[in-house]
DNA sequence: GCAACTGACAACCATTTGGTTGCACGTGGA
DNA sequence: TCCACGTGCAACCAAATGGTTGTCAGTTGC
């Protein structure tokens, strides 16, 4: 079966976590959702910190593969990687459904005793 | 309506995605998730950092609501926060849906020229 | 062609983070 | 009762992080 190592996959989940995981770059993406592909100006008007940090940001989340960008003219224009964003939902819901699992067994052997 | 302002919740929602966006925790809510309500002990003898780091780790994902703990005797034992997990799952839904709405909004523009 | 805009890169700084060791305290079984 | 075990707390440390300013290079438009 291709899903035996769930943890490989899940190991490759915590960088995703981990650029959601700011709030700075939280704003970034719903602001992406909400607005559609943005240059990296359009962004920093929108959030408080220097152009210079939110280059930095979007790095980050580039490389976990967040985000894409392309280039326009003397601009860059992001984009939402919308597979990755699955890819931390099915994580969650993996752990969830192991949970309940769990739960569900651990509820049986208290009854059986 | 009650979700007016999703920005709040989103803001409240990075701390989540911190506390998951981490190695070694995501290991452990993994072994929770499998094993199901498991003391600090237990969770030390499967990650390979020490007792103390794991206890950080740990009070991390508590102050995130992640995780919660009681004690059993001498032992704290610890167990998943489901809720938290299904905030997390919304907010990643709340993205993937206005961002698919976004690029319907650029598309009929593109169109409409 | 030149000034204004946009972005990349580098240096730097303060704070946070992930980890360690060491110690003290409470609990439980022999 | 006493010793081993499990936990919490504190101090400490190196590395990563989030932010800044400054400089340089490529685009765009007047």
Redesign the pocket.
């Known amino acids: 079966m291709s899903t035996k190592r769930p943890e490989l996959r899940l190991k490759a989940s915590a960088p995703i976590f981990?650029a959601l995981?700011?709030?700075?770059?939280l704003r970034l993406v719903i602001f992406l959702s909400a607005a559609g592909p943005s240059?990296?100006?359009?962004?920093?008007a929108n959030?408080?910190?220097?152009?210079?940090?939110?280059?930095?940001?979007?790095?980050?989340m580039k490389e976990a593969g967040l985000v894409s960008?392309v280039?326009?003219?003397?601009?860059?224009?992001w984009q939402i990687e919308p597979s990755q964003l699955e890819e931390a939902q099915r994580c969650i819901e993996l752990i969830s459904s192991r949970w309940d699992q769990a739960l569900d067994r651990l509820r049986a052997m208290v009854e059986q005793e």
Chains 1, 2 share one sequence.
């Open positions: 981990a995981g700011d709030e700075t770059r240059s990296t100006a359009t962004l920093t959030v408080d910190v220097t152009r210079q940090a939110v280059a930095k940001h979007l790095r980050v960008s280039y326009q003219g003397r601009d860059s224009v």
